[in-house]
């Protein structure tokens, strides 16, 4: 099971890599364990649902939303 820390570093890491690979002219980006990713909307919607499987993760057992969501991202 992963700790509410690893699941926001997860998080932030999947938040860039959406950010990265949605700029206009962007092919491809590395990932954090140097792979590359080539862009495609298969590849952009596995990370997004893989982002939302891990938002519903840490609003369960991690305290879930407040005021504003996930305020380590947007205080």
Known sequence: ????????????E???LIEDLSKPGI??????DGSLIQYSRANLDLLNDRRR??????NAC?????TA??????P
């Open 1 to 12: 099971m992963l700790s509410c820390d690893e699941i926001k570093a997860k998080l932030v």
């Open 14 to 16: 999947i938040y860039k």
């Open 27 to 32: 092919a491809s980006v590395r990932d954090s």
């Open 53 to 58: 499987q891990l938002e519903g993760l840490y």
């Open 62 to 66: 991690c305290g879930g939303r407040r």
């Open 69 to 74: 969501p996930f305020g380590f991202v947007f």
